[in-house]
């Protein structure tokens, strides 16, 4: 059962793997009301998935608190048709960021999963328990068992090293610095630059992937980040944590919503050659609240964020887009 046992983040030197990412980035905004010194590193200067460069790295930099919220992401088509991506570079960061915290002497570790984990058909909310009681979502088994592996080493070196080390699942997450790019994004996102482009060529139609019946749950970046913000400062223990908004929504549904706040009046076109997914995946975020924490952010308030972010920084995102081909 989880724990209270304090730890606190002022004056500590707290490492956030990942900053360029959606919840890396959420969690330096986050942390920046914490007076701790935060540490940030980028690729160029040291690749999470090259153990030496790790371990160089944090011995210099002497990190005290590690977020590791840096892993290789992206939406069900990425998940699907970059399999060895998603597996090996989640595995490395993994491996290689516990163990040179252990050497490093890190106080307190927050290792970020996501609710993938589950297996497809787990009873709805799912509970953390759910954890291997089942066959996963063929379509992101390659990116779910290498957080599971991550959730297991953070397990193991609590009880064989003693190590302060936790592990949160986040659902689905979305908010301003996504990733737009159709390629490789999320359904959100997507969504969100599909209804922008429609609006802008004043299309008849926007193409949705899938029947629109599955079933998401959507947790603002920043919610997220406060939330795990909180489990470093008031968790400690071995079982994971759930963390979600209790905010679930059909894709159609979602997909009517992002169309009414970009002003988009066409159709929506469900193409069912694309894959749906799991059908269900709400969490149970009892653990999580029982410890204190609630969200804050409604899914309309934070879609019409995001849609506000992605309308004034799309020339760049795109551009961004063009060299990342
Ligand atoms: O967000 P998403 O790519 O990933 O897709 P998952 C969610 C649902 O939205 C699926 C549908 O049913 C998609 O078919 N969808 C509709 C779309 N239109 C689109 C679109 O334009 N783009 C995308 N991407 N989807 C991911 C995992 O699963 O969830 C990751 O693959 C991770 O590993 C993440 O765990 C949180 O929710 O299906």
Redesign the pocket.
């Known amino acids: 059962m989880p724990t209270n046992s304090p730890y606190a983040l002022q004056n500590k030197r707290v490492w956030v793997a990942g900053h360029r990412g959606l919840v890396g980035a959420a969690l330096v905004r986050r942390l920046a009301a914490e007076q701790c010194e935060i540490l940030t590193v980028g690729h160029v200067d040291c690749d999470l998935r090259q153990a030496p460069a790790v371990e160089a790295w944090m011995t210099a930099n002497r990190p005290q608190a590690v977020f590791v919220a840096a892993a290789r992401?992206?939406?069900?088509?990425a998940?699907d048709s970059r399999p060895a991506d998603f597996i090996y570079d989640n595995l490395m960061i993994a491996a290689n960021v516990i163990e040179a915290a252990r050497r490093t002497g890190v106080e307190k570790l927050l290792f970020l999963g996501?609710?993938?984990i589950y297996p497809r058909l787990a009873p709805q909310p799912m509970h953390e328990d759910s954890l291997l009681t089942g066959p996963l979502e063929p379509?992101?088994q390659w990116?779910a068992v290498a957080k599971i592996a991550g959730i297991k080493l953070a397990q193991a070196y609590r009880r064989q090293h003693g190590c302060d080390f936790i592990s949160a699942m986040p659902t689905?997450l979305y908010g301003t610095g996504d990733n737009f790019d159709?390629r490789s994004?999320?359904?959100l996102p997507?969504?969100i630059a599909?209804a922008y482009d429609a609006v802008e060529h004043d299309a008849p139609t926007v193409e949705?992937?899938?029947s629109g019946r599955?079933l998401?749950e959507f947790l603002h970046a920043d919610d997220c980040a406060d939330a795990l913000v909180h489990l470093m400062k008031n968790y400690s223990g071995e079982d994971i944590v759930n963390v979600g908004s209790g905010q679930e929504v059909s894709?159609a549904d979602l997909a009517y919503l992002v169309c009414r706040v970009a002003g988009f009046r066409g159709r929506l076109v469900f193409d069912t050659g694309?894959?749906?997914?799991?059908p269900r995946k709400r969490v149970d975020i009892g653990r999580l609240t029982a410890l204190g924490w609630q969200p804050h952010i409604t899914l309309e308030d934070g879609v019409r964020e995001t849609y506000r972010w992605y309308a004034e920084h799309r020339r760049s995102v795109r551009r961004q887009q063009l060299e990342a081909v």
């Open positions: 992401v992206g939406g069900i088509y998940n996501s609710t993938c379509t992101n990116y689905n159709l994004s999320h359904v997507a969504l599909k949705i992937w899938g599955p998401r894709i694309k894959p749906d997914g799991t």
